[in-house]
């Protein structure tokens, strides 16, 4: 299945190594990257790829991820691509 992770809060170092081996760890494998810094605020949005024997764990994954990353002082979001695309379609 293909995911969407955006993430957002104060830049430090380390956010994109955090949600890379996050990924990892997870066999999701991470499509595109894009991420921008504005002022100290870190922007990032990711396409992934979740292996179909992690599909039927989704909603775990993302009240996982979510959990780590306000841990991390992020707003980390992931959802599945078509949603994604449903959600910012006029």
């Not at 504005?38 to 996982?64: N, S």
């Not at 992020?74 to 006029?90: D, P, R, S, V």
Request: proline share 2%; glycine share 6%.
């Amino acid at each position: 299945m293909r995911a969407v992770i955006s993430v957002v809060g104060k830049d430090h170092p380390g956010i994109l190594a955090f949600v890379a081996q996050y990924c990892a760890d997870r066999e999701i494998n991470i499509t595109d990257v894009t991420q921008k810094v504005l002022q100290d605020l870190f922007t990032m949005i990711m396409t992934v790829e979740v292996p179909a024997d992690q599909e039927g764990r989704f909603d775990e994954i993302v009240t996982d991820i979510e959990a780590k990353g306000d841990a991390q002082g992020l707003k980390i979001h992931l959802m599945n691509e078509e949603i994604f695309h449903a959600m910012h379609t006029i």
